[in-house]
């Protein structure tokens, strides 16, 4: 059985610029969520995705999106980056409803 | 807007002390979730509480939840030094697919 696996593990990008932040769910789930932890910060929701629709979102403005994927795995797009985006980014797989969320590694995005 | 607190937000402790970390939570919830994080890396599950009462231990960590009081408690009995981490209590939003909403964070220092 495979983990919850993100890529990159770190990136560095520039203000206004876009970025994609790919994860891969652990085997049988079939649920992703994905949160930012801010430096010093408890991580926060951004959405969850389930059978390839949004189910959910956090007070995250438009700018980020996401996408999940027939097998699963998901992305999650920040249009107009700003300085307020650079953070670690973390996806959990779990399988829909109350079940405990496993995440991954994280992406740590930093933007200058 | 649903909040989730912690304290204390800073621990430092003494190895073979015991104390206790609260976490508080302003929505119905049967359902929760003790993380723990080590500096640059993800998130590690502690314990899933799903119950009013429920009380759960592992070594020298134990947590348990009243729902009724919207608490949870982790208490650490004789501290190690190998216990230095943030920790990170969760909340799982009912009727929301599972969405999770963290604490602040308990950074904890143990010295030897």
């Known amino acids: 059985e495979t983990g919850v696996t993100q890529s990159p593990t770190h990136l560095i990008k520039t203000r206004g610029q876009q970025v994609t932040l790919r994860c891969s769910s652990q085997?049988?789930?079939?649920?992703v969520s994905w949160y930012q932890q801010a430096l010093g910060q408890g991580p926060q929701f951004i959405f969850q995705?389930?059978?390839?629709?949004?189910?959910g979102r956090g007070n995250f403005p438009p700018r980020f999106s996401g996408l999940q994927f027939p097998n699963y795995s998901s992305e999650l797009n920040v249009n107009a980056l700003e300085l307020d985006d650079s953070a670690l980014y973390l996806c959990?797989?779990?399988?829909?409803?109350?079940?405990?969320?496993?995440f991954g590694p994280g992406t740590r995005l930093t933007v200058t | 807007e649903l909040k989730v607190e912690q304290n204390p937000l800073f621990l430092s402790m003494q190895e073979g002390k015991n104390y206790t970390i609260y976490c508080n939570y302003s929505?119905?919830?049967?359902?929760l979730y003790w993380y723990r994080q080590d500096p640059g890396k993800s998130l590690e599950s502690l314990f899933v509480?799903?119950?009013?009462?429920a009380v759960k231990q592992e070594g020298r960590l134990m947590a348990s939840l009243d729902t009724k009081a919207r608490l949870s408690t982790l208490h650490i009995t004789a501290a190690v030094h190998d216990l230095s981490a943030t920790y990170f209590c969760?909340?799982?939003?009912?009727?929301?697919?599972?969405?999770?909403?963290f604490g602040t964070g308990t950074s904890l220092t143990v010295i030897p």
């Open positions: 969760a909340v799982s939003v009912p009727n929301t697919g599972n969405q999770f909403y």
């Open positions: 959990a797989s779990s399988l829909y409803g109350p079940y405990e969320q496993y």
């Open positions: 929505t119905t919830s049967d359902r």
């Open positions: 085997s049988g789930h079939n649920t």
């Open positions: 509480l799903l119950s009013n009462g």
């Open positions: 995705y389930y059978r390839e629709e949004e189910n």
